[in-house]
C-alpha cells in the first residue's frame, strides 16, 4: 500500500435546516455528519460503517459536492475542493466519481445504457462518434456486460446488471477515487459477492481508491483496509480491518461486532451477545459530549460533559471514547 | 432414491447467459400498446381524427363559405343542398361549423402550446432551483390560482378587447399555472433521485439535467396534463365568443355560432344544435383521449 494521500477531510459537518418557513424563526436542523477527519490512501479502501441514519451517506455525498457542507475542508491531492467554482470542480469531478446505492433508481429510466455510460463522454468531450461508441462497448466489457446491449433500457437489466452499469458509468471519466454508497446493500447476497470482487478486480487493475460506505460489516471487512465506524455523524473508532474485528476498543464497535452472526449453531448459540438498549437518540437533538453516552455500557460522568477527541491508542488505531 | 452421476451433463459452455431476448420497447411504445386496448379512448381519438378532417379539407368540398350572405335563402331547415341548414343570413352552417372547428382546434392546439412553454420553463425552474426563488414563484402562482378563471380570463379579454390572438394570449396566461404546478411537483420528487445526483456527479449542469433528466421523466405526466388542458381551452374560447368576447364577426366560431343561434330556438333550433353539438362532441372526444392517455402512460392512475 502506497502511503500518498489523495483525500484529506477535515472535520466535515453537514447540517440540513428543518422546517424551513416564511414566519418560523426557530432553526431546527438534523445533524446529520458532525465533524469528521480521516484520511485515504492512495489505492486503499476505506470502509465506513455505522448504521442507517448515522450519516454515512451523508458524508459521501458531501465529500463530492452533492450537498454543500456546512463547515469543514475536504482537500483533495492537496488541495481543498470546497473552495472551487463550477469549473474547478468540473475537472475534479472526472477524478472523484459516485457508485449509488440502488441500482434501480440510480439509473435514468428514459435512457438507453449506452448512453447512461456515454453522457460523461459528452459532458466532458472525451470522445466522439466512433470513439464514444468503442469506448462505451470498452466499458461495458469491463463490468462483465454484453456491449450489444448497449440500445437496450435499464429496465430490462436485472439488479446485479444494473449495478454494474452504474460501475461502468462511473469508470467512464477514468477516475482515481470512488466513492461506493452502500453499491452492494440493495443486491441478494451471491449478487453481492460478485460485485465485491468485480470491485476487488478493478481497484488492482486501475489502481483505484475507494471509500466504501456499507453496513453490512462481513463484507466491508472483506473489501476494506481500514475501517472508520460511525456513530451518529461522528467516526468513534478507525483502524485498519484486522485489528478493528480482533481488538475493538470502542464500546460502540464491539457491541456491532457482536451482533454479527456467525455461521455455526453451536458457536452461536453459546457466545454472549452484548445486545444495546434503547434506540439511536435523534440527530435533531443529539445528546451532550458523547453522542454514545445515553447507550453505553460504561458511560461515566465525564461522557456527558465532554466530546471525546479521535485519539490514536498506539499504532495507527484511533479511538473517540473516554473509558479507555 | 440415488441419481447417477452420468444423468447431469455440465451446460455448454459459450452460451450467452447474460442475452436478453425481449423486443427492446421505449414508453411510447408502451403507452400505444396500452392506449390502443382502451375502446373509450380509441373511439375518442376516431372522432377527434374525423373532426379534424372535417374541420381541414371539409371546406374544400363545399360550394359556400363561411362569410358570403345569401338573402334567398335565409333560415332554411337542413336539406339536401344544405345538410345543416342555413341561419338568418342565408350562410350554409355546415360550413360554419367547420371554420368554427379550425378555430377551436387552433384554439386548443396553440393555447396549449403557450402554456407548455411558459409552463415547463417555470415549473422546472421553480422546482429545480428549490429554496427561496421556489417559495416565491409559487406564492406568484398561488396569488394567480386564488382569482377564479373565469373572473380573471373575463376581465383581461375586457381589458385586451375580443379577437382571436388576444384570446391566445389570455388563455396562455391563464392555463401556464396547472402546467406549472404539475412539473414542478414532477421535478421535485425526480431531482433527489439517484440518476440525478449520479448526473450531477459527473458534472452535467443544471440545463443538461433539466432537459436529460428531469424533463423526459415527466413527459407522462406533462402529456396528460396538456391534453386534458385542450378541451379546457375549446370550452372557454366557445364561452367568450358566446357571451361577445371572442373571435369577432365575420370570423366565426362554434360559440359565436352557438351565441347566433340561441336567438332562435323557437323557431330554429338546428341553428343552435348543430354546433353545440360539435362543441359536445369535441369537449368529449378529446376528454376521452386525455383519459386514456393517462391511463396509458400512468397505469397506477387508474381508479
Given at each position: 500500500m502506497k502511503n500518498e494521500v489523495i483525500l484529506e477531510v477535515e472535520n466535515l459537518v453537514k447540517h440540513f435546516p428543518l422546517?424551513?418557513?416564511?414566519?418560523?424563526r426557530h432553526h431546527k436542523k438534523v445533524h446529520a455528519v458532525n465533524g469528521i477527519s480521516f484520511q485515504l490512501h492512495q489505492g486503499e479502501t476505506l470502509g465506513l460503517v455505522g448504521e442507517s441514519g448515522c450519516g454515512k451517506s451523508t458524508a459521501g455525498r458531501t465529500i463530492i459536492r452533492l450537498y454543500e457542507p456546512t463547515s469543514g475542508i475536504v482537500k483533495y491531492q492537496g488541495k481543498n475542493i470546497l473552495s472551487y467554482n463550477a469549473k474547478e470542480m468540473l475537472a475534479v469531478r472526472r477524478d472523484i466519481q459516485m457508485i449509488f446505492q440502488d441500482p434501480y433508481a440510480s439509473l435514468n429510466p428514459r435512457m438507453t445504457v449506452g448512453d447512461i455510460i456515454g453522457e460523461a463522454l459528452d459532458i466532458h468531450h472525451l470522445a466522439r462518434g466512433q470513439k464514444r461508441t468503442d469506448r462505451i462497448y470498452e466499458l461495458l466489457e469491463t463490468v462483465g456486460l454484453n456491449p450489444e446491449h448497449a440500445n437496450r433500457f435499464p429496465h430490462e437489466f436485472s439488479g446485479g446488471q444494473r449495478q454494474r452499469i452504474g460501475i461502468a458509468r462511473s469508470l467512464s471519466v477514468n477516475p482515481k477515487l470512488i466513492i461506493c454508497d452502500e453499491p452492494i446493500s440493495a443486491l441478494d447476497v451471491s449478487i453481492q459477492a460478485q460485485i465485491v470482487n468485480m470491485l476487488e478486480e478493478l481497484q488492482e487493475k486501475l489502481g483505484l481508491t475507494y471509500l466504501f460506505i456499507a453496513h453490512d460489516l462481513s463484507m466491508v471487512k472483506h473489501i476494506s483496509h481500514r475501517i472508520a465506524v460511525m456513530y451518529l455523524g461522528r467516526i468513534v473508532e478507525l483502524t485498519d480491518s484486522f485489528t478493528l474485528y480482533e481488538k475493538p476498543l470502542h464500546p460502540y464497535t464491539q457491541a456491532l461486532l457482536s451482533a454479527i452472526p456467525i455461521p455455526d449453531p453451536d458457536i452461536e448459540a453459546a457466545r454472549q451477545r452484548q445486545v444495546l438498549k434503547g434506540n439511536v437518540p435523534s440527530p435533531i437533538d443529539p445528546p451532550s459530549g458523547c453522542y454514545f453516552r445515553t447507550r453505553c455500557?460504561?458511560?461515566?460522568?465525564v461522557c456527558a460533559l465532554s466530546t471525546p477527541e479521535l485519539i490514536?491508542?498506539?499504532?495507527?488505531?484511533w479511538v473517540a471514547c473516554h473509558c479507555i | 432414491m440415488s441419481i447417477s452421476v452420468e444423468s447431469f451433463s455440465p451446460l455448454q459452455q459459450g452460451l450467452k447467459a447474460e442475452g436478453i431476448n425481449r423486443p427492446s420497447t421505449t414508453l411510447w411504445q408502451d403507452a400505444w400498446r396500452r392506449f390502443r386496448k382502451n375502446p373509450l379512448a380509441m373511439g375518442g381519438l376516431t372522432v377527434l381524427a374525423l373532426i379534424i378532417l372535417f374541420a381541414l379539407f371539409g371546406p374544400f368540398f363545399?360550394?359556400?363559405?363561411?362569410?358570403?350572405?345569401?338573402l334567398m335563402a335565409t333560415?332554411?331547415?337542413?336539406?339536401?343542398?344544405?345538410p345543416f341548414g342555413t341561419d338568418e343570413l342565408g350562410r350554409d352552417i355546415l360550413t360554419r361549423s367547420m371554420f368554427g372547428a379550425r378555430i377551436s382546434l387552433l384554439i386548443g392546439f396553440g393555447s396549449v402550446a403557450i402554456n407548455l412553454t411558459i409552463g415547463i420553463f417555470y415549473g422546472g425552474i421553480s422546482g429545480y432551483k428549490g429554496s427561496w426563488l421556489d417559495n416565491f414563484m409559487q406564492r406568484i402562482v398561488d396569488i394567480i390560482f386564488s382569482i377564479p378563471d373565469l373572473l380573471y380570463v373575463i376581465l383581461l379579454m375586457v381589458t385586451f378587447g375580443p379577437g382571436l390572438r388576444n384570446i391566445f394570449i389570455v388563455l396562455g396566461l391563464v392555463n401556464w399555472v396547472p402546467m406549472a404546478r404539475i412539473v414542478r411537483g414532477q421535478i421535485l420528487t425526480l431531482r433527489e433521485q439517484e440518476f440525478v445526483l449520479a448526473a450531477r456527479t459527473l458534472g452535467a449542469d443544471t440545463k443538461r439535467i433539466l432537459i436529460k433528466h428531469l424533463l423526459p421523466n415527466s413527459i407522462g405526466q406533462i402529456i396528460i396534463v396538456a391534453a386534458l388542458q385542450i378541451p379546457a381551452a375549446i370550452f372557454m374560447e366557445a364561452f367568450l365568443s358566446f357571451i361577445g368576447l371572442g373571435v369577432q364577426a365575420p370570423m366565426v366560431s362554434l360559440g359565436s355560432m352557438a351565441s347566433d343561434g340561441r336567438m332562435n330556438i323557437p323557431s330554429y333550433p338546428y341553428s343552435l344544435i348543430f354546433p353545440a353539438a360539435m362543441i359536445a362532441l369535441l369537449m368529449l372526444a378529446f376528454n376521452f383521449v386525455g383519459d386514456g392517455l393517462r391511463d396509458a402512460f400512468d397505469p397506477k392512475m387508474r381508479k
Open positions: 422546517e424551513e418557513g416564511i414566519f418560523s455500557p460504561k458511560a461515566q460522568e490514536e491508542q498506539g499504532n495507527n488505531h | 363545399s360550394q359556400f363559405d363561411y362569410k358570403t350572405n345569401n333560415n332554411q331547415y337542413p336539406n339536401w343542398i344544405h
